[in-house]
T-cell receptor, first 111, second 112 residues
Framework: EDQVTQSPEALRLQEGESSSLNCSYTVSGLRGLFWYRQDPGKGPEFLFTLYSAGEEKEKERLKATLTKKESFLHITAPKPEDSATYLCAVQAGGSQGNLIFGKGTKLSVKP | DTEVTQTPKHLVMGMTNKKSLKCEQHMGHRAMYWYKQKAKKPPELMFVYSYEKLSINESVPSRFSPECPNSSLLNLHLHALQPEDSALYLC???????????FGPGTRLTVL
């Protein structure tokens, strides 16, 4: 069965304290891995798409990387405005293009 | 225009009411989706339209009825809902099925 697991469930950081979020997956034929940011009560905001192992994408303080079993979202010198829930989703070969979401990591950055 | 818009932002309805949620995108995307999201849970797929044809109905109760009038619009008709249907309803679109999806802001639905 296709599965996506995110860890940790919650992460509290001080402003400027860099860290990483993990998304591990077991799917039959990865077609793509997607990272989203979601603020409370709002729709997910698209961040990155990764397609193959070794691929990296960057945007401001965020960097996403992909291996054959997992993806990391690295946050460098976070600011309070980076506080949000970060969702990872994968598209598997047998999913007909549908996204399989992880449960998310809730990030809190304190000033 | 790189936005997906949804109306209304908030909706409160009784169990006997009929209401509709609306979604619109002008990015030329040919796939559109309805998701339901409960608090502290990830989005759950309800319906997918690909080139204006319903591709998947994820065994959603018949009290939810989707409609895709054209390639830019998506409606979700609601009838005889239950309190447990209260949730954030999200619309998303993608260039075609299988590419990155862009979400709207959602409609917060409360069923009394």
């Amino acid at each position: 069965e296709d599965q996506v697991t995110q860890s940790p469930e919650a992460l509290r950081l001080q402003e400027g304290e860099s860290s990483s979020l993990n998304c591990s997956y077991t799917v039959s034929g990865l077609r793509g891995l997607f990272w989203y940011r979601q603020d409370p009560g709002k729709g997910p905001e698209f961040l990155f798409t990764l397609y193959s192992a070794g691929e990296e994408k960057e945007k401001e303080r965020l960097k996403a990387t992909l291996t054959k079993k997992e993806s990391f979202l690295h946050i460098t010198a976070p600011k309070p405005e980076d506080s949000a829930t970060y969702l990872c989703a994968v598209q598997a070969g047998g999913s007909q293009g549908n996204l399989i979401f992880g449960k998310g990591t809730k990030l809190s950055v304190k000033p | 225009d790189t936005e997906v818009t949804q109306t209304p932002k908030h909706l409160v309805m009784g169990m006997t009411n009929k209401k509709s949620l609306k979604c619109e995108q002008h990015m030329g995307h040919r796939a559109m989706y309805w998701y339901k999201q409960k608090a502290k849970k990830p989005p759950e797929l309800m319906f997918v339209y690909s080139y204006e044809k319903l591709s998947i109905n994820e065994s959603v109760p018949s009290r939810f009825s989707p409609e895709c009038p054209n390639s830019s619009l998506l409606n979700l008709h609601l009838h005889a809902l239950q309190p447990e249907d209260s949730a954030l309803y999200l619309c998303a679109s993608s260039q075609v099925r299988g590419t990155e999806q862009f979400f709207g802001p959602g409609t917060r639905l409360t069923v009394l």
